[in-house]
């Protein structure tokens, strides 16, 4: 099971950081991915960490304002996101897949958590 939080309201320019509790998930035996979907629009990639290899991607949009990360001993992804914007106003999704391939799009997961409002506003 996948639980999203840290999803919040927040002024431009802000930071938060989201996190995933992959309960009976071990880290390293899969790829995890934070995805976003904001109202009307397709439901998108921003993040994957590869866990067996240590290795990330990003989304250019994203792309040195965000962080994701893995705590093997907490079983927690985390996505660290700076400086944001309001595009980047969305519902926040974690998601998982066995092993360790490349994956960024929706059907690459099998698993996904419920998803955390993160709203930029002043």
């Known amino acids: 099971q996948l639980q999203a939080s840290g999803g919040g309201l927040v002024q431009p320019g802000g930071s938060l950081r989201l996190s995933c509790a992959a309960s009976g998930f071990t880290l390293v035996r899969y790829t995890w991915g934070w995805f976003r979907q904001a109202p009307g629009r397709e439901r998108e990639w921003v993040s994957y960490l590869r866990s067996a290899g240590r290795s990330t991607a990003y989304a250019d949009s994203v792309k040195g304002r965000f962080t994701i990360s893995g705590d093997n001993a907490k079983e927690t992804v985390y996505l660290q996101m700076h400086s944001l914007k309001p595009e980047d106003t969305a519902v926040y999704y974690c998601?998982?897949?066995?092993?360790?391939?490349?994956?960024?799009?929706?059907?690459?997961?099998?698993?996904w958590g419920q998803g955390t409002q993160v709203t930029v506003s002043s």
């Open positions: 998601a998982a897949r066995l092993g360790s391939a490349v994956a960024t799009r929706v059907a690459d997961y099998a698993y």
